[in-house]
């Protein structure tokens, strides 16, 4: 199967349940954003920009088990920000599976194998010496770090233990150039594709998520599925980017580029996509068929944003993970209050200027699961897709260069620092400025709360 049999009889089980009840919405998917904070600066994000006022800021643990009850999706994606920053992930994690959730761990990849070796440190017997000795071998780990492992982790927490209702969702928009020009920050490929490793080695599900802006290359998306597909990860979802507002303000004035060199049109989206149906038949690929049809421009659906609603600190955002036109504080008011008729693209119509090119998996996924502008056979489509045989792993992608970037000099920023670093540079005082301005680079203000955060969680002996 394509995607796990407990987790798509729960999810089948969920839709057919609100079917039978005829209820007119209700939510597949929670977004559960405790924290906004991040150690990354993403140049097509919207969420540092948008929240740059509030990084500092967090949802209780109460708050984020007690939202996923509210809405009772099935599956839970926490998001953020960097969700391993939140100081009780653990507890979190722990939390929504006692309440039976399945659960995404979106994550940029850069504490992954601290958080794995943490659980290896409270789990710790002498019998995984040998797995520990093949973490060496494959350099994902150090000597100095199976040493602290031995000697255990006794603090009375939790662990993210491999679980077969958990995935780690790892950040990845291409191979190593464009994956660390996307994020701003050289050798973050590198970290994803080792946590990945580690993480695969100790039995931990692993999907990847892809999101697609006017410079990735399509020959290239194609490259990142077959090198994945080599590592045998679990699955991918991939989503074309959206405009945010707030991105494209900050792109204009910290990185001098034009939004519409970045952003795609929903042409450009068709365009992009036109492969994605071979793609879904070579990779295993996470959705509905019906979203793919969508995407490769073959026809067209209704958003459903409410089907995969966002829970922040701020509350219940509306109407979509997207958009901001309020917070409301239960899931059940934001679905009275808000005037869904007044949002998505209808008959290649806009009905709000801002959903005009939106072709984002989080609105319309949901649309083909539920059968939003239904065709004869979409269901037995969707049926047949991921209930059928899972495609195996593509062992020729070991010989896709996926590094391509920084390994040999051209990663992001690589010219800039070369300069800087120059005797010349430094007598002029140049290396400060720069390492100023890259210290500043997430365009947010005060950023003394967000060091703190990350400062508990850096390794002692980085």
Not at 117 to 138: S, W
Not at 252 to 259: A, S
Not at 310 to 327: E, I, S
Request: net charge positive; hydrophobic share 35%; with cysteine.
């Amino acid at each position: 199967m394509r995607f796990p049999l407990a987790l798509t009889t729960k999810i089948a089980k969920h839709i057919v349940k609100h079917k039978i009840r005829r209820t007119p919405k209700f939510a597949l998917v929670l977004q559960l954003e405790p924290l906004h904070t991040c150690n990354l600066t993403c140049t097509g994000c919207g969420r540092i920009r948008e929240y740059s006022t509030s990084l500092k800021d967090m949802m209780d643990l109460e708050d984020c088990l007690a939202s996923a009850i509210d809405c009772d999706a099935p599956m839970v994606s926490i998001c953020g920000g960097e969700p391993l920053i939140y100081p009780k992930i653990e507890e979190l994690v722990a939390g929504l599976r006692q309440q039976g959730r399945i659960i995404y761990i979106c994550t940029n990849g850069m504490f992954m194998r601290k958080k794995m070796r943490e659980y290896l440190a409270r789990t710790y017997t002498p019998t995984i010496d040998p797995l520990l000795a093949k973490l060496v071998d494959e350099k994902l780990v150090t000597q100095k770090e199976v040493e602290e492992i031995r000697k255990g982790k006794n603090d009375g927490k939790p662990s993210i233990a491999p679980n077969k209702w958990m995935y780690w969702n790892v950040h990845v928009d291409g191979l190593e150039y464009t994956h660390d020009l996307i994020v701003e920050r050289e050798g973050v490929f590198k970290e994803c594709v080792e946590a990945i490793k580690m993480a695969k080695l100790l039995g931990y599900q692993v999907a990847t998520n892809t999101t697609v802006y006017k410079e990735t290359e399509v020959k290239e998306l194609e490259e990142m599925f077959e090198f994945f597909s080599s590592m045998e990860v679990d699955g991918h979802t991939i989503s074309p980017g959206y405009d945010y507002d707030a991105a494209k303000k900050d792109m204009v004035k910290r990185l001098g580029r034009q939004p519409e060199d970045f952003f795609l049109t929903r042409a450009m989206t068709r365009a992009k996509f036109a492969k994605i149906q071979e793609w879904g038949q070579r990779f295993t690929i996470f959705g509905t068929p019906v979203y793919q049809e969508f995407l490769a421009g073959k026809r067209e659906l209704t958003c459903t944003a409410w089907a995969i609603p966002t829970r922040n600190v701020r509350g219940w955002k509306a109407p979509c993970y997207l958009m901001t036109d309020g917070h409301y504080p239960t899931y059940s008011e934001m679905l009275e209050k808000v005037d869904w008729s007044k949002y998505g693209v209808v008959d290649g119509v806009a009905r709000d200027s801002r959903c005009e090119n939106c072709m984002v998996h989080c609105g319309y996924d949901p649309s083909g699961a539920l059968g939003t502008n239904a065709k004869p056979g979409d269901t037995w489509k969707n049926i047949a897709y991921n209930f059928g045989a899972k495609p195996k792993p593509y062992l020729a992608g070991r010989n896709v260069n996926a590094f391509n970037g920084v390994s040999i000099g051209k990663g992001h920023l690589a010219e800039a620092k070369a300069a800087i670093n120059s005797p010349r540079a430094a007598a002029n005082g140049a290396q400060a400025a720069f390492l100023k301005k890259e210290e500043s680079s997430c365009s947010s203000g005060d950023t003394t709360q967000r060091d703190e955060l990350l400062s508990k969680i850096k390794p002692k002996d980085s």
